[in-house]
């Protein structure tokens, strides 16, 4: 199985502020990476897949990056509603496997 | 609207059996992959299940042998099918379409795939 590693598991950044959130996987995945945000007591939303591109509706200030097995989700100028738990998840291979989030507080 | 619905949920016994439904409307359901993901309390999120189109069925160690996943296309209906339950299988379950995008990169078409929409998530709780 592919293990995802996330790095940091928690943040705290201010508003306005740029965060960038790491992700390795095990072994090379392309750029089968995906990242989800989650806010509590709620399902994850879709924010970037195949890498680096920017689901529908998503604003520009999230960004992903990266190939093979290092990748990181940058949120240029937090907002209030960007205080979540973010994941990514491999789609390379099954089983498909998530990291272990990264909790980004005020 | 697109829109998974879930349920089933509820309290079992450790070795009990439970049934989780997921109804889904606003897309083509037969024409699209559908997966199980699971949150156990406070945790991150583990994949389950995944169903193609063309049924074929997909597990992780954890699960297999006792989850069964299935569908009924003319219903718009995803099912999973839980035996055997421990402890550790208490979570809330989510429903997820598997969603693609075929893009050429370097001369190779790669296909891209990710979950969504989610379902709104069904607590199983696992506990004598």
Known sequence: ?106 | EVQLVASGGGLVQPGGSLRLSCAASGFTFSTYDMHWVRQAAGKGLEWVSGIGTDGDTYYPDSVKGRFAVSRENDKNSLYLQMNSLRAEDTAVYYCARQSERIIMVRGAYNSYTWFDPWGQGILVTVSS
């Open chain 1, 1 to 106: 199985d592919i293990q995802m590693t996330q790095s940091p598991s928690s943040l705290s950044a201010s508003v306005g502020h740029r965060v960038t959130i790491t992700c390795r996987a095990s072994q090379s995945i392309s750029s089968y990476l995906n990242w989800y945000q989650q806010k509590s007591g709620k399902a994850p939303k879709v924010l970037i897949f195949g890498a680096s591109i920017l689901q529908s509706g998503v604003p520009s200030r999230f960004s992903g990056s990266g190939s093979g097995t290092d990748f990181t989700l940058t949120i240029s100028s937090l907002q209030p509603e960007d205080f979540a738990t973010y994941y990514c998840q491999q789609s390379y291979s099954t089983p498909y496997t998530f990291g272990q989030g990264t909790k980004l507080e005020i």
